[in-house]
């Protein structure tokens, strides 16, 4: 049995599973963020874990989302710490000034919970017509596609015919899994997909367990660790200016998320929580990690891919996802080995997980009835397609873009709100 009434028939051996395959969904998108810009991946994990669960806790637990780290707010944050890295003099005085700008982006996502609260979700909902909604969640999916395509079919930059044999290996067993396969294994088509690609990617020399033997068992005993945890925030103006109001941008892509989890789910929780708890949600995510030195938290469609493909929609299971990257960013070993996971392996999996949140747009398209000979539909959507894939991201102020998908959005919203609909906008 699928969906949300078949999740109490499981028990908790079969949770802790599920629960691990939204982590490997998670975890390379999430490290990927501290990388780039030089904080620690373990605190990154730990913030995500507990990001997620106060995420929980505001929207009362009825929301399936994970929170992982966002990549909108990585130029602001590498334009206040720059190159310098932990060890250098000047690197903690950097990491106070951005703990300070995270913590007020929250505020920023705290302000508009508010606002949203106070206004109605009625107000919110009339700028986000189906015509809008579908072909925003189309883009969500596929802008992500190039990465997936990258890891799935190059290595080290180099088209790789290795790399596509992993990545068909992986995607004929998530398919055959996810279609033919009866009970808990249908549920897991991921996780599976993970085991053949490891197997198959040992004799063709992509599996590298360094990281493993890299890794420190228990991460939060590292001096350089807890030095950056006990870090106090600062108030510095060029860090806020350059930081925190790309909450505002990061705001529509959430409404989008949202939006995106309450058609995979089949369940409104742009009403029930309502669209103000899950963002008030995300800000306090965000707060708590600016405070212990992560990045900005934020709803990871990686895992609303995960649930459309498996159809296992109990919040539960996303709860135990959540304990699952605290324990990974505790334990450095564990986190060692998944980061292991070989990338023609990562890839074939977000081409799935990608596919599925764009169909879903799609999906909300078709049961909408739109009729797409209408030109005001055929308007607003051909813009958001091509400004949502087209842009990139686009400078505002300073060290502050857009991102394309923010500036499809918005087009998309002014031009349903001018544009008037005909009466042969809805098929009969």
């Not at 975890?27 to 620690?40: E, I, K, R, S």
């Not at 799935?352 to 607003?380: D, T």
Request: charged share 10%.
């Amino acid at each position: 049995m699928h969906g949300g009434s078949g999740m109490k028939e499981k028990n908790m051996g079969q949770k802790l599973i599920l629960g691990l395959q939204h982590v490997l969904a998670m975890f390379g998108a999430t490290v990927l963020v501290p990388a780039l810009t030089g904080l620690d991946t373990s605190i990154t994990l730990f913030c995500a874990g507990v990001g997620t669960l106060l995420f929980h806790l505001i929207t009362k637990g009825k929301v399936p989302v994970f929170l992982g780290s966002s990549f909108a707010f990585m130029g602001g944050i590498m334009a206040i710490i720059g190159d310098s890295r932990m060890g250098d003099p000047d690197y903690l005085d950097k990491l106070a000034a951005v703990k300070g700008a995270l913590i007020a982006a929250g505020a920023i996502y705290g302000i508009f919970a508010l606002f949203i609260k106070l206004i109605g979700y009625e107000k919110v909902n009339k700028l986000l017509p189906p015509i809008v909604t579908g072909p925003v969640i189309i883009v969500i999916g596929l802008r992500l596609s190039g990465s997936a395509i990258s890891n799935a079919f190059y290595v080290d930059g180099v088209f790789s015919m290795k790399a596509i044999a992993v990545t068909l290996a992986v995607l004929a067993t998530i398919i055959v899994i996810s279609v033919f396969a009866k009970g808990l294994f249908n549920l897991m088509p991921i996780l599976f997909g993970i085991i053949v690609g490891f197997l198959v990617s040992i004799p063709m020399g992509f599996a590298d367990f360094t990281n493993v033997a890299q890794a420190s068992f228990f991460s939060f005993m590292d001096q350089d660790i807890m030095a950056q945890v006990f870090c106090m925030p600062v108030v510095r103006a060029d860090a806020i200016l350059a930081i925190a109001p790309i909450a505002l941008v990061t705001l529509i892509e959430h409404v989008g998320d949202i939006t995106t989890n309450s058609a995979v789910v089949g369940k409104n929780f742009m009403v029930d929580p309502g669209v103000h708890r899950t963002i008030l949600g995300d800000g306090v995510a965000t707060a708590f990690a600016g405070l212990l030195g992560g990045p900005a938290n934020t709803t990871y469609g990686e895992n609303t891919g995960v649930l459309a493909v498996t159809k296992n929609y109990d919040p539960s299971i996303i709860r135990i996802a959540a304990v699952f990257a605290v324990v990974l960013g505790i334990f450095g070993k564990i986190g060692g080995f998944i980061s292991s996971i070989p990338s023609p392996v990562s890839g074939a999996i977000s081409i799935v997980l990608y596919g599925m949140i764009s169909a879903v747009g799609v999906r909300i398209l078709v049961n909408s009835r739109l009729n797409f000979g209408n030109s005001r539909n055929l308007m607003i959507a051909a813009l958001i397609f091509v400004l949502g894939i087209g842009c990139d991201s686009i400078p505002v102020a300073g060290t502050v873009t857009i991102s394309g998908l923010a500036l499809a959005a918005v087009v998309g919203i002014v031009l349903a709100l001018v544009l008037p609909e005909g009466e042969d906008s809805v098929l009969e």
